[in-house]
């Protein structure tokens, strides 16, 4: 098998990376964690390109925008002299109000400070919580928080609605407005206040930000012969991680293998093709990007390293906090009948988005298109129910259960 694991040079990976620019799941709302990787909440289009025409379309009546501009000059009055607004602060106010009409939470307006943190976070300077966060019914919403980090030790959880921010109440509020508040120093206090499934009370949790390191993967060989490898995210490394757990699993001789993407919040489609291409022969269908229309849909294919038998036992865990790539991985090994869902139902981030730059220091994040399963199922709408569902309680948690785990190795090892 290890002819099928040959080394492929670093140098043609990084520039993969960089050139790809479909980037799912996680910079700007991991909070503090590295790399949309965001995706973090999505996917994000590299390079970045520039504005269109500045000519109106001609379909268009601008003719109230602009009354409605001289009326505020000439009439408003502000509270104080504090709440001055500029011209430019108004235009940035025009260009969010023209983003929030669409009610897509990730398509948003980055002016010139959200633009800085965002650029940061593609740098890998981090400083935060480490949690991806999310819209799902209009309400702010935890994804998954990071293994390791102040979020997951403080004890917050995917599925977690965040209701305030430092008592600031996050109704309406964009993803990228929530990073802005969330992000911050190591060593400052930022604090939630979350309505949780299952208590009947708000929880009020404090967390001390920090710099956040990702974890990627980690893989064992369990003494009931049952191969585990734990994935956290979709790095640029993790294709190549991935690769050396297969051959990890392959060596130990055992055909029952757990993929556990539970919490998993996306990162690099292209690291999600790649590990799907393990299992799938040349030509399959990983994806399909459907940018709506009637254009024709992008479809990425497995590149069929496909080093696997019909031997292969497999099982992929996932859960609410299991997001974007890692729906798109455990979906496409689903659809093509080689591995088997257990555990609950996906958090359903499947659309991207692509970054355009509107002046030298602001861009515009729009949502150019969504993601289907191989059978044309759409992520977004409800994410992958699993064939096993396996509900996680308060009590097993409390005793250090995971009955999600415990079913998968009770279904190999029948």
Known sequence: MDKFFTERTN??????????????????????????????????????LEGGSNLEPAEVDFSPVWKAWNVLNKKYVPLSTSTITSSEDKIWGMIKG??????????????????????????????????EIGIRDQVLTVIAPLQGTPAQLAGLKSGDNI????????KSITIDEAVNRIRGERGTEVVFTVA???????????????VIEIPTITSELRSDNVFVIELFNFSAVSANLFRSALREFIVSGTNKLIVDLRGNPGGFLEAAVDMASWFLPAGKIVLQEDFGGGAKPKIYRSRGYDVFSDNLEMVVLID??????????????????????????????????????????????????????????????????PDILVEVTSEDIAEGRDPQLERALQLLLN
């Open 98 to 131: 023209l983003t929030s009409s669409l009610e897509d939470p990730y398509t948003v307006f980055l002016p010139p400070v959200q633009a800085e943190i965002f650029a940061e976070d593609i740098s890998g300077n981090f400083e935060g919580v480490g949690m």
């Open 11 to 48: 140098a043609k990976n990084v520039l993969l990376a960089l050139v790809v620019i479909i980037i799912i799941g996680l910079p700007a709302y991991f909070l503090g964690a590295n790399s949309e990787s965001s995706n973090y909440n999505g996917v994000i289009s590299t390079p970045i």
């Open 163 to 170: 209701l305030r921010i430092d008592g600031e109440i996050t």
């Open 196 to 210: 949780r499934d299952g208590d009947g009370e708000l929880l009020e949790i404090k967390v001390i930000r920090d």
């Open 320 to 385: 609410g906090g299991s997001a974007s790539a890692s729906e798109i991985l455990a979906g496409a090994l689903n659809e093509h009948g080689v591995a088997t869902l257990v555990g609950g139902t996906s958090f359903g981030k499947g659309s991207v988005q692509e970054l355009v730059k509107i002046t030298s220091d602001t861009y515009l994040k729009v949502t150019i298109a969504r993601w289907l399963t191989p059978l044309g199922t759409s992520i977004s709408h409800g994410g992958l129910t």
